[in-house]
């Protein structure tokens, strides 16, 4: 068996420098697709799909010559084990037209999103980024702001609904070939835990009681300032309110909701765009905070070949944000149409984060070349962007000008952090649950839209500003659904990242309150997070948890100490409120 294992050894070292050549490939025909959507280009990357998937396909046949789950080599165990698994490529081997179906309707999705616009009366039309994002965010008159979201709706999911319901067969099938229950459940199969879908109910029961006190103290802030007759009896707020198309982070409304007036302001877009902030400059703050933690910086081909901001040319691009690798060690960048806003500044150091990654994990083989599961690959430039977001932070990188941390400074910070992190927490949580219910059969296409408004009312206690129907497909509105894009990675990142920022912080001998930790300069920090990042998916991911945290689990506990000033705050604000809402959306607006 031993020279077995050492033939196999050498297969595999070939499989991943072939894999690396095919990779670089594919992506580099996505990426012209993707900052440059033509016919010409979709086909392009549509071809260079295919050839992706026969070799992974091929490569997955290959692999069945070694008796490898006898070896005695764990890693090369782990190594077989992953070239085994195909994903969707596996349709391949049963119906190449299908494969090519499931593909293209993909592309052809994510093309209708990316393509989206919402035109007024007088023909002025605005696409997500950055015309509707801006007036979400902006917009404080109710019916514009309905306009909007009703116009971004018929623009996009009503025109993807029957591609999706087509797509879920085909991915599905595919889902089968591979060995797995439906999509869903190959899904899940990257988090490797038993009882993944038990653990996310538990945490998400944690942190219930401080989104309950969240909503119910935003709600009564913006009865106070659109009327009180504008909202359901049921105790829901009406999605279009929140600053957010999705109403998945409500940061956008804090000048509505600041608990405390008259304090130095958190919200450092104007500063931003008083300093003439460009694109460019935002990524190099980001930039600079991971070289500060000695960890690596973006290399040339990073500055030379990325697209940081929304080409001026008339091309169509996606403008949703991506971090790509082209699994050279030497090519990676981000594709952002960044405007100048601190959300913006957020989300760089978010996708420079999946960029850090891919930096500490050049040197794996091919098949490691992955987060240890995918919320570690989103919680990365999270971590970081708490660091940044904090007002001393903040006053360093002179984005704001003067800091105070009276009690009531502190409660205006941890609710405009509040407004992103514990908001985002329901939606995090539904998004997968309707679609692994739509994988799994128990979600009908008849009623895929009545049962996404049942898991929005119930768990992020918004309902629908305007009557919904199956002719609506709300889900398809935002981005992951037409790009088949798995989502619940980002809850178990937003639970994850405060377990890092917090052993971080200790790390860095940061002693104060965990909301006011800044582990910024600090090499033992860089030092501990670089050497989790470089495992890549090569350790099963609690081993890579403990390496950074100590222990083996995600827990709750981190976030809720981090805002346990605000639940305080917050339970005596909403004392003798009712802070639920029934669960049923407001029947009303929902006609079958
Ligand atoms: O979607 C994103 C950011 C884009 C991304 O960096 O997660 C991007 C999404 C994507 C795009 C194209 C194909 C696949 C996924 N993911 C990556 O670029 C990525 C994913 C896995 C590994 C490395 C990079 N954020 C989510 C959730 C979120 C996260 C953090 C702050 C705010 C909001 C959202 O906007 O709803
Ligand atoms: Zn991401």
């Known amino acids: 068996i031993k020279s077995e294992q050492g033939r196999a050894a050498q297969w595999l070292r070939d499989a991943n420098d072939r894999a690396g050549r095919v990779y670089y490939n594919l992506q580099v025909a996505r990426w012209v697709y993707a900052t440059n959507i033509t016919k010409f280009n979709g086909e392009r990357q549509h071809n260079a799909s295919i050839m992706s998937a026969e070799f992974d396909r091929e490569a997955a046949e290959n692999a069945t010559s070694f008796a490898w789950e006898n070896f005695t080599d ?92 087509e797509f879920v067969s085909l991915s599905n099938e595919a889902a089968v070939e591979n060995g797995y229950r439906d999509t869903g459940d190959y899904w899940r199969s990257w988090y490797d835990t038993a009882d993944f879908r038990d653990q996310l109910e538990q945490l998400y029961e944690e942190m219930k009681p401080l989104y309950l006190n969240l909503h119910a103290y935003v709600k009564n802030k913006l009865k106070a300032k659109y009327g009180e007759s504008l909202f359901p009896p049921s105790g829901h707020i009406p999605a279009h309110l929140l600053g957010n198309m999705w109403a998945q982070s409500w940061n956008n409304i804090f000048d509505i909701v600041e608990p405390f007036a008259g304090k130095p302001s958190v919200d450092v877009t104007p500063k931003m765009k008083e300093l003439n902030y460009t694109p460019r400059r935002m990524f190099n703050i980001s930039d600079e905070f991971f070289t500060s933690l000695g960890l690596e910086a973006m290399p040339q081909e990073f500055w030379d070949h990325s697209m940081l901001e929304k080409p001026t040319d ?16 030497k090519d990676f960048r981000i594709k952002q149409c960044t405007d100048i806003t601190m959300d913006d500044l957020i989300t760089v150091h978010h996708e420079m984060g999946h960029v850090e990654y891919y930096l500490q994990y050049k040197e794996q083989p091919v098949v490691y070349r992955r987060g240890a599961n995918p919320g570690f690959h989103e919680a990365v430039g999270d971590v970081l962007a708490l660091s940044v977001s904090t007002p001393t932070h903040l006053k360093e990188i002179g984005l704001l000008d003067n800091v105070t941390n009276d009690n009531e400074s502190v409660i205006n910070y941890l609710m405009s952090i509040a407004l992103d992190k514990i908001a985002f927490i329901p939606f995090g949580y539904l998004m997968d649950q309707w679609r692994w219910g739509v994988f799994n059969g128990s979600i009908k296409f008849e009623e895929y839209n009545k049962e996404w408004w049942k898991l929005r009312c119930k768990y992020q206690g918004v309902s629908p500003p305007i009557h919904r129907n199956e002719s609506d497909f709300d889900p398809g509105a935002k981005y992951h659904i037409p790009a088949n894009t798995p989502y619940i ?37 860089g030092a501990k997070l670089g050497n989790m990042l470089k495992l890549g998916s090569s350790k099963p991911w609690p081993e890579a948890l403990e390496k950074v945290t100590g222990t083996r689990n995600m827990s709750a506990n981190a976030i809720l100490l981090y805002f346990k000033p605000l639940i305080d705050w917050l339970k005596v604000q909403n004392q003798g409120q009712t802070i639920t809402w029934s669960e049923e959306c407001p029947i009303e607006y929902y006609t079958t």
Not at 115 to 140: F, H, I, N, Y
Not at 314 to 329: E, P, Q, T
């Open 314 to 329: 008339g091309r169509k691009v996606v403008c949703h944000a991506s971090a790509w690798d082209f699994y050279n060690k």
């Open 489 to 525: 990675r980002y809850f178990v990142s937003y639970v994850l990242q405060f377990q890092f920022h917090e052993a971080l912080c200790n790390t860095a001998n940061q002693t104060g309150p965990l909301h006011m930790c800044d582990i910024y300069r600090s090499t033992e920090a």
């Open 74 to 165: 764990s890693d090369l165990r782990r190594q077989f084990r992953k070239i085994s698994d195909v994903g969707s490529a596996a349709l391949l081997r049963k119906d190449k037209a299908k494969y090519e179906r499931l593909i293209s309707l993909v592309t052809k999705m994510e093309t209708t999103y990316s393509e989206g616009q919402v035109c007024d009366k007088k023909g002025t039309c605005l696409d997500l980024e950055p015309g509707l994002t801006r007036l979400m965010a902006t917009s404080r008159n109710y019916s514009e702001l309905l306009d909007a979201w009703k116009g971004w709706r018929d623009a996009t999911g009503r025109k993807i609904r029957d591609d999706y319901k």
